[in-house]
Structure formats: structure tokens, C-alpha cells
């Protein structure tokens, strides 16, 4: 019997296949390891394969699609409501295939090689500027201990670092400085990489067209733009601007009931690392409104409710501006005041 739908429960080395004929009948129910993977699915016709959107589902999604088959990701927990009682992969693989024939359920983009590199250029950034933050916080800390204080900001940190350094400041004692230099020298170099990522993602940002263009938007630079352009493959598979919002957990969460709209708060959920720049760049923005410049909205925004709320608002508005560029084209205009 030839399968028309397959769901495939992927691992490192041990895989899952359960495939359905076009009248629902099981026919493959097949154990596969690593190196059996594509030659198995080579001597496959062309069919609708399932998977759960994972670590190197997208890899696999690419190496199908060379071998002529349909293959959609679907994110995990879309697919949990599937699993039927007990866990195994057998029920994982055949959840993904029950799931997979839905009219309704939600796909995610299969990214590229490219998206992908850039994407691990952000990741890698991500978790260096967190030990960045660890290895200043040690120092920090520490030196409090012998009354050595600096003020606020990793830039300030240097300071820490010069004393550090010199070793005729009678106040570190030489058990403690062999520590902390040790500290500061990892501190040093850990800089020293991030800056070397940056520029490697800058210089992708310059080159593409498309990213060049949500940087003219307020409150989105490079590293925002950059990671952007490289998780949204199709803006297009969004509906509208709110839903690429909502993907990015910057909507509210709606619990409603009886006719009655209930709206909480920002539901928190989708991409993390993108909402996270965008909440800083309209962090920035609610600096420059307080300032002298700023937009007359978010200024009109301050003036009625709290800090926080106005940084996620803009955010939510940049998000939304970043949708119209994407399925729109252009670059930024600023609105232009209305004559009273």
C-alpha cells in the first residue's frame, strides 16, 4: 500500500515513521536509524510529511523536500492534543500524522541554511552577553567585599578592571587578586567576542535589502532587524499585524466567557529573543519622548499611564509597522502632524 501522509518523530539517532494510506489504513509503522533515514524516504513516492518544529527539524525538513516530498512543521505543542494515552515514539509519530491532516492546524516556515546561520550568530551573542553580565556581577560583588564600588553600567566595570590590575592598590590582597584577575581576563576576552559577532552581524545587515529597510523604523536597529528578517521567513503567513504581535507574545491574553471580552495581560509567548529587542528599542524610545524628542503619542502615553506599559505599546506598535514593511515593502515614514 503506498502511504499518502506520514508522521515522522525525529531524534538524534533513533527515528519514528507512521504512515496512512489515503483511506487511513497504518502501513508503515517503521523503526529508522540516523543512517537509514533518507534512503528510506527515497524509495518513497512523493507524500505529506509530518514534524514536530524541533531541534534539526528544519535540516531534515530540507533534506525531504530535495527528495520530492511535502513536509510541514508543526510547533509541539499543536501537537500534544493528538498524543494518545502513554508516551512513546510510536504515539508520538502517530499523533504527528493525525495532526498533520488537520484543516485547521498551524504550520511553522521551514528556515534556510542562510536564516539559519544568522540565527546562530544571535544565539551565540545571546548567551556570551549573559556571561558577560555574570562575570561583571562577580567582579562586582567581590570587590564590594573590600569596599571597591563602581557606579551603574557594564562600561563602568573597566574601572573595576584597572584596579584589578594594579597591583600596587594595597586593598585587594594577592589570594583575591590571582581570583579576580583571573575573572577579568576571561571578562576582557568574552568582550572581545562579542564585538567580533556584531560585526559579523552587522555586515549581513548591510547586506540585505530587506533589513535594511526595518531599520529605519524607531526603535529597531541592526541586531533587532537582523533577527527579524532571519525568524520570519513569509510575513505573509501572518493575517494581519496583529497576529504577527500576538506571535510574538506582545498581545493580550484574552480569557473570555458568557459574551463577555476579558483582555489580561501580554501573553508572553512566541519568540522570546525578538520581543525582548523590541522591548528595549521602545524602552529607548520612552528615554528620547522624555526628552526633547520623541513622538507626540508615546509622549501623550507617558502622560496618562506607566512607564512599562508605554515601552510594551511601542513595541507593539513597531511590531506592527514591521509586518507592513514586510508583506508591503518601502522603508519608514514618519507620520506627518495634522494641521489643527
Not at 544571535?122 to 555574570?134: C, D, F, G, Y
Amino acid at each position: 500500500m503506498t502511504p499518502i501522509r506520514i508522521g515522522l518523530d525525529i531524534a538524534k539517532n533513533v527515528f519514528q515513521a507512521h504512515g496512512v494510506d489515503d483511506k487511513g489504513t497504518v502501513v508503515i509503522r517503521k523503526r529508522l536509524r540516523r543512517p537509514d533515514m533518507l534512503r528510506f524516504f527515497a524509495s518513497l513516492p512523493p507524500c505529506l510529511i509530518g514534524i514536530e518544529a524541533c531541534s534539526a527539524s528544519h535540516h531534515w525538513a530540507r533534506e525531504l523536500i530535495r527528495l520530492g516530498h511535502d513536509v510541514r512543521l508543526m510547533p509541539a505543542r499543536y501537537v500534544k492534543p493528538y498524543v494518545q494515552r502513554g508516551k512513546s515514539d510510536a504515539l508520538d509519530a502517530e499523533a504527528i500524522c493525525e495532526a498533520v491532516s488537520r484543516p485547521t492546524m498551524r504550520f511553522a516556515t521551514i528556515k534556510t541554511t542562510e536564516q539559519q546561520s544568522v540565527l546562530t550568530l544571535h544565539r551565540s551573542r545571546e548567551i556570551l552577553v549573559k556571561q558577560e553580565t555574570m562575570l561583571a556581577n562577580l567582579i562586582r560583588g567581590c570587590l564590594g567585599e573590600f569596599g571597591i564600588v563602581a557606579p551603574l553600567g557594564i562600561r563602568r566595570v573597566a574601572d573595576l578592571i584597572a584596579v584589578i590590575k594594579d597591583d600596587a592598590d594595597p586593598r585587594i590582597l594577592p589570594e583575591a587578586r590571582i581570583a579576580m584577575r583571573a575573572v577579568a581576563d576571561q571578562l576582557c576576552d568574552l568582550q572581545k567576542r562579542i564585538k567580533e559577532i556584531e560585526q559579523a552581524i552587522r555586515a549581513w545587515h548591510r547586506s540585505n535589502e530587506t533589513s535594511r529597510r526595518l531599520a529605519t523604523i524607531p526603535g529597531v536597529g541592526s541586531i533587532t532587524a537582523s533577527a527579524i528578517v532571519a525568524t520570519v521567513a513569509n510575513a505573509t503567513e501572518f493575517k494581519s499585524a496583529r497576529h504577527f504581535a500576538a506571535f510574538l507574545g506582545l498581545t493580550p491574553k484574552e480569557c473570555s466567557t458568557g459574551g463577555r471580552q476579558r483582555l489580561g495581560r501580554i501573553s508572553k509567548q512566541g519568540d522570546v529573543y525578538i520581543r525582548r529587542l523590541l522591548v528595549l528599542g521602545g524602552t529607548s524610545l520612552v528615554r528620547y519622548a522624555r526628552a526633547a524628542g520623541g513622538s507626540v503619542w508615546a509622549k501623550q502615553l507617558l502622560a496618562r499611564r506607566p512607564t512599562r506599559i508605554v515601552t510594551v505599546a511601542l513595541a507593539n506598535k513597531a511590531a506592527r509597522v514591521i509586518w507592513a514593511l514586510l508583506t508591503r515593502g518601502g522603508v519608514y515614514r514618519a507620520p506627518q502632524p495634522q494641521a489643527a
